[in-house]
């Protein structure tokens, strides 16, 4: 009789085993960058690197020359002020380290040139309920003849804080909660994803479509409001040689294609820091190195401290009247 049970559990276990469908399995998450001792050792220095780019960037249908600076840094933040903490002022729970992007853009389009900068803040470690290498901050303003524009993006856990003040009739002062995607990514993040300090990961030759925030600057320029996009991140599975005004250096290609088209292209050292040698859009905009240093740049504002643009590969501006 014993058994005739454990024969009769045993098919009946073989039945439900073979009847019962396997769960779907999950896309497994994307992994973030590591930020490890040889990456503090680097960045943990109290320097920024500062480049100069040569660059070509398309407004009112042409191709305008101009030029590019991008500065990388890390950063102490503080999370309630969402700003550089100054030493002693905010509690230990209230700060996490960031890497700051600052990337300039200066064009001339006729008898005005436009000024633009962005500002992005990629967080080093967990923090507000994301993994590091995520976007915590974008700022961007542009300033030109007929007025100026200002906007600001904060992440929260789902969530993002989207402000924007503008000179521009329909356009003034604008306020509002947009989603945030669990692996959403900001086009103003890619140039750090693309150096290894964003998410998500890739392995050399491996994709992954994620969904992108709008680039503040094409938002602008498009009048088009933030909105997330569908787009495949890739990363090259064997490197190349580029030449750039500063040199000819091996670089992994890393790209992002949106849904509608729209393709940025970044030549990315292979060598660590990984600096990024060229990048391109299929938009028209191009930049080369021309060079690059680390300084702390925020100490040469003195008259003399425009010698160090050479080793950039710019040179100072000119007097502003003749």
Request: charged letters at 25%; glycine letters at 8%; one cysteine or more.
């Amino acid at each position: 009789m014993r058994n005739t049970i454990l024969s009769l559990l045993a098919i009946s276990l073989f039945t439900l085993s073979c009847s019962t469908p396997e769960p779907a399995a999950k896309a497994q998450p994307a992994q973030g960058p590591r930020f490890d001792r040889a990456f503090w050792s680097h960045w943990g220095d109290g320097m920024a690197e500062v480049a100069g780019y040569d660059l070509s960037y398309p407004r009112y249908g042409e191709i305008r020359p101009g030029v590019a600076v991008t500065i990388f840094v890390t950063e102490t933040f503080s999370d309630s002020a969402r700003v550089k903490a100054d030493p002693g002022k905010h509690p230990p729970l209230d700060e996490f380290p960031v890497m700051k992007m600052n990337l300039i853009r200066d064009f001339q389009t006729g008898i005005y040139d436009y000024n633009t900068m962005l500002s992005s803040f990629v967080s080093l470690a967990a923090t507000g309920g994301k993994p590091a290498g995520s976007a915590t901050k974008l700022t961007f303003s542009s300033q030109e003849w007929c007025g100026h524009v200002w906007q600001q993006v904060l992440f929260g856990q789902r969530s993002a804080r989207f402000t924007m003040h503008s000179y521009f009739d329909g356009e003034a002062d604008r306020q509002r909660e947009i989603p945030y995607p669990e692996e959403g990514v900001s086009e103003d993040a890619l140039m750090l994803w693309a150096r290894g300090m964003a998410r998500p990961a890739l392995q050399p030759g491996e994709s992954r479509t994620v969904q992108t925030l709008l680039a503040m600057q094409e938002s602008r320029e498009s009048h088009r409001q933030p909105a997330w996009l569908r787009t495949t991140l890739s990363r090259s599975e064997v490197s190349q040689t580029v030449t750039a005004p500063a040199g000819g250096l091996e670089v992994e290609v890393w790209t992002a294609q949106r849904e509608d088209g729209v393709k940025r292209t970044f030549f990315v050292e292979k060598a660590f820091p990984h600096r990024i040698v060229r990048w391109e859009t299929s938009t028209g905009e191009r930049a080369e190195l021309l060079g690059a240093a680390r300084l702390k740049y925020w100490r040469l504002n003195s008259k003399g401290g425009e010698q160090a643009l050479k080793t950039l590969g710019l040179a100072p501006r000119p007097p502003r009247s003749t």
